[in-house]
């Protein structure tokens, strides 16, 4: 079986609401549609690289492009992981979890995206609580990093709720305009003290060697 010889395919994540996994290509070509439908009102612009001001049907090729990508391009030393969200087994979005030399960097970092249909409800909380479950109970990380840009209140809103502090600001160019990026750092002292959100993991164990992890 496939699983068998690429183990990510067997790992999910489950929170009370939320199970996290990679999709099926047909669970693929709906997250695709999900992207597709919109992330995010047309006079902003969350993300560092503009995809999503692309035509809706080159937005939907590109988050299939992307995901083949990252999986085509693993290695145990410099991998990113994106899990589709499924809320009440509909796809709602996409939480990525990455790193670099994570067996003597310890650190990850986190990205996601949520349909608009799917915001304001908790949802981004609670995936991005699940990678960090992941990330400081099973793949011994020490630190967390995300950043938001300065006109993203919702994101900066839960990395707050986790535990995440301020960690400097950088600048950007996107569409042609400067954009402040505000970096935040989540230490795993401060995820204990602000984790409530219950996580399960499955099929973790044959995915640990991907992750850079010896298990010898």
Same mark, same amino acid.
């Given at each position: 079986?496939?699983?068998?010889?690429?183990?990510?395919?067997?790992? +999910?994540?489950?929170?009370?609401?939320?199970?996290?996994?990679?999709?099926? #290509? &047909?669970?693929?070509?709906?997250?695709? &549609?999900?992207?597709?439908?919109?992330?995010?009102?047309?006079?902003?612009?969350?993300?560092?690289?503009?995809?999503?001001?692309?035509?809706?049907?080159?937005?939907?090729?590109?988050?299939?492009? *992307?995901?083949?990508?990252?999986?085509?391009?693993?290695?145990?030393?410099?991998?990113?992981?994106?899990?589709?969200?499924? *809320?009440?087994?509909?796809?709602?979005?996409?939480?990525?979890?990455?790193?670099?030399?994570?067996?003597?960097?310890? +650190?990850?970092?986190?990205?996601?995206?949520?349909?608009?249909? *799917?915001?304001?409800?908790?949802?981004?909380?609670?995936?991005?609580?699940?990678?960090?479950?992941?990330?400081?109970?099973?793949?011994?990380? &020490?630190?967390?990093?995300?950043?938001?840009?300065?006109? @993203?209140?919702?994101?900066?809103?839960?990395?707050?709720?986790?535990?995440?502090? #301020?960690?400097?600001?950088? +600048? *950007?160019?996107?569409?042609?305009?400067?954009?402040?990026?505000? +970096?935040?750092?989540?230490?795993? &002292?401060?995820?204990?003290?602000?984790?409530?959100?219950?996580?399960?993991?499955?099929?973790?164990?044959?995915?640990? #060697?991907?992750?850079?992890? @010896?298990?010898?």
């Amino acid at each position: 079986m496939l699983v068998d010889h690429f183990p990510l395919l067997g790992l +999910r994540l489950r929170t009370p609401r939320l199970e996290l996994r990679l999709p099926s #290509p &047909e669970e693929l070509a709906t997250l695709a &549609e999900v992207a597709a439908d919109g992330i995010h009102a047309p006079d902003v612009m969350p993300f560092l690289i503009p995809w999503t001001d692309q035509p809706t049907a080159e937005v939907a090729r590109a988050v299939i492009q *992307h995901h083949w990508l990252r999986l085509g391009n693993w290695s145990s030393q410099d991998w990113s992981l994106s899990f589709t969200v499924f *809320h009440a087994g509909d796809v709602v979005g996409q939480q990525s979890i990455g790193a670099r030399d994570l067996a003597v960097i310890r +650190r990850v970092q986190t990205g996601s995206w949520l349909g608009q249909r *799917h915001q304001r409800q908790g949802i981004g909380t609670e995936m991005r609580a699940a990678v960090l479950h992941l990330a400081f109970t099973e793949l011994g990380a &020490e630190e967390a990093v995300s950043s938001a840009f300065a006109d @993203n209140p919702a994101s900066q809103a839960v990395s707050r709720k986790l535990g995440y502090q #301020p960690d400097g600001l950088d +600048r *950007h160019l996107v569409r042609d305009a400067m954009v402040i990026d505000c +970096r935040m750092r989540l230490t795993r &002292e401060a995820w204990e003290r602000h984790r409530t959100i219950p996580v399960t993991i499955d099929g973790l164990t044959p995915c640990l #060697p991907m992750f850079g992890i @010896n298990t010898a």
